[in-house]
Each structure stands twice: as structure tokens, then as C-alpha cells.
């Protein structure tokens, strides 16, 4: 099974980081898991394990 966590961002508050905990814990149970940030990254992208690969698409404008 892969699991994308998909969140707008990863900044300090209680969202984003039941996302970066979501994906932490489905990686620990060995479920190939996945993170994105939407719109920005974060203090919060020094929480990911490195086993948890972490996207960030780099968006332009409204239509990527």
C-alpha cells in the first residue's frame, strides 16, 4: 500500500503536524508513505524521517 499525507503546508501549528505525524507513524508500520506540501514548506520539514520522502511542488501561479 503507498499513502500520500497531502497538507498546504508544513508551518508550526496542530494540521500540519498530525500530517508529518500521520506519515512518520504509517512509515514506521512499513507503508510506503509519502508527504506533500501544497503551497510552502516549513519548520516543520525537520520533523519528516528520512524513510518518508517529503514533495514540495514549486507552483507559479494558480495553474501550476
Not at 21 to 27: D, V
Not at 34 to 61: D, I, M, N, S, Y
Request: charged share 15%.
Amino acid at each position: 500500500m503507498q499513502v500520500l499525507t497531502l497538507i498546504d503546508s508544513l508551518i508550526a501549528a496542530g494540521a500540519e503536524r498530525m500530517a508529518v505525524n500521520i506519515a512518520n507513524g504509517l512509515a514506521a508500520q512499513g507503508v510506503d508513505s509519502h508527504l506533500c506540501a501544497t503551497r510552502a514548506g516549513g519548520p516543520l520539514e525537520e520533523f519528516v524521517e528520512e524513510q518518508v520522502p517529503f514533495l514540495w511542488p514549486t507552483k507559479k501561479g494558480y495553474w501550476i
